[in-house]
């Protein structure tokens, strides 16, 4: 059974995440935010971590860049970002961070499992 970790400040986006990836098989962890994913991603390991860019504690991008440190237990585990910021340079700042792919807000769940099935495949 692969792992999620599923971050972002907006409980109903944790949810409708939750309920979507557990109908998939996933185990999942969730955190609301940056500093709490990687005490999280430290320790359980996920397969995924899907990533809010826009939070309060501690913004997606520097949680990103975080996680993928040189050394760190976390740095080869794939960060899908989730963003309602869509601009061009906001998908290559989240690339430079550290992400993997870049989903846009409203999430599409059938465009989020396709960039699940290339990062996980």
Not at 9 to 27: A, C, G, P, T, Y
Not at 44 to 67: C, F
Not at 84 to 104: L, N, Q, S, V, Y
């Amino acid at each position: 059974m692969k792992k999620v970790l599923l971050v972002d400040d907006d409980e109903l986006i944790l949810k409708f995440l939750n309920v979507h990836f557990e109908s998939r098989d996933f185990k999942v962890d969730v955190a609301e935010n940056g500093e709490k994913a990687i005490i999280i991603a430290q320790r359980e390991t996920p397969d995924l971590i899907l990533l809010d860019m826009s939070m309060l504690v501690m913004p997606g991008w520097v949680t990103a860049r975080e996680l993928k440190m040189r050394g760190r237990t976390t740095a080869d585990i794939p960060i899908i970002a989730v963003t309602a910021k869509t601009a061009d340079d906001d998908e290559e700042a989240a690339r430079k961070a550290g992400c993997d792919e870049f989903i846009a807000k409203p999430i599409d769940v059938d465009v989020l499992f396709e960039a699940v099935d290339r990062v996980l495949n």
